[in-house]
């Protein structure tokens, strides 16, 4: 049964050195909040996993968390690179960063493995890039009733999974809506898991998109009003597109990005 | 072919031609011009979503837009910012999940033109997003795949914009993220990959198209005012010109009016 | 883009003598309507696939209608046996039936690869049951990261699926919600599909469990209010508890059941 | 074994026993005593689904039902007439896809109990619902597998709720439609089965349970008024007694007015 917790007390408790976490969250719901929390608390050779890292990951990668990124598509969406996660993998600051890249499809389905119990999941991708050449988490699979080579992917199961709803009720039941990418799986998949929300409500509404997820399969539920911003949540806030533009010039530069390490709260020596 | 192609169509503008645009204008107008006769689109974010946009904006309201982010049919009023923004998810005819738009959507074969953009190109339509350089030491990193190598593959035919230079328009790309004809004529099918490939690159200079017997790309159409020794100059490989190289009409009034006013509608705070 | 027909004329349309065809719906939103103007049709030789024949499937097979019933749970629910295929498996009348039968599991997979374009799908399932030695459907596969052993079944593409649907508005979206089975991915898997809807509205409300499919991805549309019953359609009208319980009577006996053929307007010797 | 049993506790019914009951009604008191500390329960439909909601009511009011229909936290205010029934649909807090409810929730052994019914029990609890005689040529065709393979395999345990007789106790069932132990100890763990199989088998005699060392049904509790010859009798093998055999509580006065105003929420018209 999901627990109410403070969000300092939830990272403290599920996010340790060395762990696999997965902060997911397609564009909308990211969970900004959470991410902060984990370079606040100055957690270090983390394996962080996410479809799109954006923004959040930039940050934790610039702030030294992360030692290995496990990703498909790592841009500032609508505005260009990610220069954090560049010069980690460019230069190797503020440390060496691993990388293990898939495609959307492919990070989709581990996912869905993950959250199936299943140590693989089957699709049809990768044939004829390089992904298959660079990415040892692609192998080729035969079925057994046509004959027809396709293409398998293994699980993920991070030990944490992060994300970001409109509401949790008060039996810590969560729903979200609107675009959900795959926070359902990332979720299930995982060993643990905390879901930040906007509010608590006594009942839920329906809308386009529903995703419910039951409290008894969650660990921990923190309230953190604004948790996605400068992402957004739909019916409750806009994408502050002027943030992620910003966010250009701010990562741009290690002085800069040090400079809202220390704004945001980051202990000395965060970045190295 | 018998199959009726998207991009098929010269489809004449058939209105007055506009004073004044800009080569990306033109790009945009050409790429939403072969969307005339499409049926259902997956779009990536940025130039091709702007053409798919404009294409249901002027003859092809009924155009289906699939977008990565599991919106279904989206009917944006305003130029969406990100793949995941809201007025995708507000306008969808239904939302899915990402497992779901890949493996129920895309991976069949449901979707007719994928609609890809590329930081490089090569010869046989590779498209390379990952890295410049080597990869365990690169000279630059790249956003990497996305949704791109699935869509290249499982959609019926694949369409890229993309602005032409001597840097993006490679002999070969280092880095194959998503194929077009990998080393050439046959290869897809020897990969076993469903949809026909790249049917048409259209850049700001002109447009280009797999020959039909080596999938070599070749220029089929230049636009108003460009030289072929530019498009030329702008690839970087020996770029073959078909005998049959047309001129791209202008915009028309209404095509540049009607996409001035689309990407103005990008401008305001919306998320 | 979905077409909207009357009844007749899809079925007419779609289902012919020899196809595989799927009505889906689980307990709720069966498709009697549909499987009744099958029988009326006089279509012989089909491939019947569905998780729970349930009373729909007695029906058809009862009629004569199918050669083979690819399946995984045929009882009447609530009530006890499901008399008309009994009859045809223990005594092949009024002709012999093949069966092909599995686990709920392992038919929701198999929908689930047809509806991915996939040739099979991969699951923890059927290990130390007869099923895997009379069911020729069912095959070993290797986790190629792992080595652990798994379960493969090949993916259902029926000729034809459907299903039944609350709503439909005017661009042949269509609209269902409550206990929604396995009907998007029947839908998705087929070659070619029909919905039969209660009504056609303007907009879709939102509700829980919300499955809203394209009408871009649907062959035929046809509105039959009531189209469902004596199953339930969540928001319009409840199970006919009563016509279940009767079934068992009137499917006992094959000339009750002959009677019932007549009544529903089946031709003559549609059993035989 | 150091993890709460939901089956382990013989929790004490601690309140007056009721006069006049019938062997259904004492079978259903045990079964929902057995999901007192239960916390998740995969419920198949008749006499589990009616165990379970009584459990809830009595008990275990946080129980958490789910059913193959894909209602996730299912609290109906009245007895599910099928699997499928609206009220689950109504009451729970999370409805999910056939697909999804197999997949998600009971494959990675999200789920702690599951409770089945069954048409054939054998010495080693493995399960027949699917024939009586030879396959090809039945002497009964009974409906099948339908969830009940899977579930006796991730759920963390099994419970069994079936009336006793020589007929359904068998030495070995003709079909294995879901494994119990298979032929016996460690065949499970040689399927690779993650769960640990029927904890017990609650019928309307008494209780059997696996014997820790050979994985053999034996009787452990036998209800008021039974015979343990009686009991015997209605086993299709030599049933061994344990040497610990309990006598199971009568139902109390409130176990038993709540199983029967529960039982008479099902005689309406509902759905």
Redesign the interface.
Known sequence: ?ARFVELDEAIADLVHDGDTVALEG???LIPFAAGHEIIRQGRRDLTLVR??PDIVYDQLIGAGCAAKLV?????N??VG??HR??DA??NAWPRPLAIE?????GM??R??AG?????????????????MT?TA?I???T????G???T?V?ALNPDVSIVHAQQADR?G?VHLW?????Q??AL?AARQTLVTVEEVVDTF?????????????LSYVAVVPGGAHPS?A?GYY?????AYAAWDATSRDRSSFETWLAEIGAGAGSSS | MTTPSATGGGDPAGGDPADGYTTDEMMTVAAARGLSSATTCFVGIGLPSTAANLARRLHNPDLVLIYESGTLGAKPARLPYSIGDGVLAESADALCSSPEVFNYWLQPGRIQVGFLGAAQIDRFANINTTVIGDYDNPKVRLPGAGGAPEIATSCHEVVVVVRQSHRTFVDAVGFVTSVGFGRGAGHREALGLPGRGPQAVITDLGVLRPDPTTCELTLTAIHPGVQVAAVRAATGWDLTVSADLISTDPPTADELSTLRRLEATKTGVGR
Do not use: Q
């Not at chain 1, 079925?143 to 046509?146: E, L, R």
């Not at chain 1, 509404?205 to 399969?217: K, Y």
């Open positions: 049964m397609f564009t909308h479809m799109t990703f498909s598509w790592g841009g969406p609508g690179s990610l996660f560049r993998v460019e890249e898939h495609s959307h499809a989709a389905n996912y869905v959250a199936s119990g299943l140590p693989f999941a089957v699709l049809r991708g990768y044939r004829g890039t390089d992904l660079h988490t192998a080729g699979i079925c057994p009733f046509t027809e080579e396709l398998a293994p039996s039941n609107g675009i959900t990418g795959v359902k799986e299930l509404d329906t809308h386009p998109g529903d995703v419910v997820l039951p409290g008894w399969a957004y739909h806009e994408r502050d597109n002027s």
